[in-house]
């Protein structure tokens, strides 16, 4: 079935204890309805917290859940620029990841995971307006293997 984007629903959020999770963040800290989930693989993305604007514009905070774990996620705008009539490209990095496996074929795995996922929150299943080209780059020292 692969990711879908839809509503979080109650039942949801408590059988993932999301509210536990969100008390973590801090600053910037957001009330999430929406998230991508893949109900057969047991995973999801949601964001949890955005920059402010004065501080730490274009960083976001994000859980992925994967393999019975949450990953935490900071991902961060590089730049962005309008490529025709609502088409926009996107150059992101992930500037933060983990906990993660140290085996590299686990890496492997969550990385194809999470881009997928990435790309079905960012263009909200389809139902976006814009036409979304988003080119990802991994801080050094995150991964033990090439995304």
Request: with cysteine.
């Amino acid at each position: 079935m692969g990711y879908v984007y839809e509503k979080i629903s109650s039942a949801d959020a408590e059988e993932y204890g999301l509210e536990a999770i969100s008390q973590e963040v801090i600053v910037g800290r957001l009330m999430i309805e929406n998230w991508v989930i893949d109900r057969e693989r047991d995973s999801y993305l949601r964001k949890v917290s955005e920059g402010r604007p004065d501080v730490d514009e274009g960083i976001t905070r994000w859980t992925f859940y994967w393999n019975r774990k949450v990953i935490w996620i900071r991902r961060d705008v590089l730049g962005s620029s309008w490529e025709g009539e609502n088409a926009i490209h996107a150059k992101l990095r992930i500037a933060e990841m983990g906990p993660l496996d140290p085996d590299p074929h686990q890496q492997r795995s969550i990385i194809e995971a999470l881009l997928n996922a990435l790309d079905v929150h960012t263009t909200r299943g389809g139902a976006s307006q814009y036409k979304w080209r988003c080119d990802y780059e991994f801080a050094p020292g995150i991964l033990n293997v090439e995304p």
